[in-house]
């Protein structure tokens, strides 16, 4: 089953543009990591923020979290084709030595 | 780029087969885990090895095994193949065992069952 569920599922925006995803989850988590993935390659760890955390930054990266409303966001600021991407949030459950679940992703295009 | 390498990197069977993949982890990281990723999904958690030990395993049927070896490098192994078993797999270690700690992941292997 997935916890994590990405919103949208497609984003498209012009080069120089931000882009912002979010994602919900279903229970209380330890932590909350945004991972990338191009074209079918292996996963990017992009950052890992904490329940007791509400914002935390990385590089062009800002990534908040809400924990009593269980989601969060990543933003990412003056976009560049690089960028092109899925990105997938994912969640360790509070109640122990739970696996990462990730959600689907959200598939984001930058147009040059 | 991570240090963690996969292979191969692509492979076709048929329906009924066995399948070995195969992992070796990111200097360093002494625990490694195997996830599937189907088509327009996120990766699903398969089973985790910390010092050659199962440390915790996803809903996944027995026929999908794994082992970790002194050096930290891992196989998957799958029997039995069915056609739902098309996926990329991906393969991560991790410096801390430990199910929720950040993966670092390879290239993945993209299996194809005919």
């Known amino acids: 089953s997935q916890q994590g569920e990405e919103d949208p599922q497609a984003l498209s925006i012009q080069e120089g543009e931000n882009a912002t995803m979010n994602c919900s989850y279903k229970t209380s988590i330890n932590n909350l990591q945004w991972y990338r993935q191009n074209s079918g390659r292996g996963l990017v760890h992009l950052i890992l923020?904490?329940?007791?955390?509400r914002e935390k930054h990385s590089g062009r990266l800002r990534v908040t979290l809400d924990t009593s409303k269980k989601s969060s966001s990543l933003l990412i600021t003056a976009s560049r084709a690089a960028d092109t991407a899925s990105y997938f949030c994912?969640?360790?459950?509070?109640?122990?030595?739970?696996?990462?679940?990730f959600g689907k992703g959200t598939r984001l295009s930058v147009i040059a | 780029e991570t240090g963690v390498t996969q292979s191969p990197t692509h492979l076709i069977k048929t329906r009924g087969q066995q399948v070995t993949l195969r992992c070796s982890s990111q200097s360093g990281h002494n625990t490694v885990s195997w996830y599937q990723q189907a088509l327009g999904q996120g990766p699903q958690f398969i089973f985790q090895?910390?010092?050659?030990?199962?440390?915790g395993r996803g809903n996944f049927p027995p026929r999908f095994s794994g082992l970790q070896f002194p050096n930290y490098s891992s196989e998957l192994n799958v029997n039995a193949l069915e056609l739902d078993d098309s996926a990329l797999y991906l393969c991560?270690?991790?410096?801390?065992?430990?199910?929720?700690?950040?993966?670092?992941f390879g290239p993945g292997t993209r299996l194809l069952v005919l």
């Open positions: 991560a270690s991790s410096l801390r065992e430990g199910l929720g700690e950040t993966q670092y």
């Open positions: 923020i904490r329940s007791n955390e």
């Open positions: 994912a969640t360790d459950e509070y109640s122990g030595n739970t696996p990462l679940v």
């Open positions: 090895y910390y010092r050659e030990e199962e440390n």
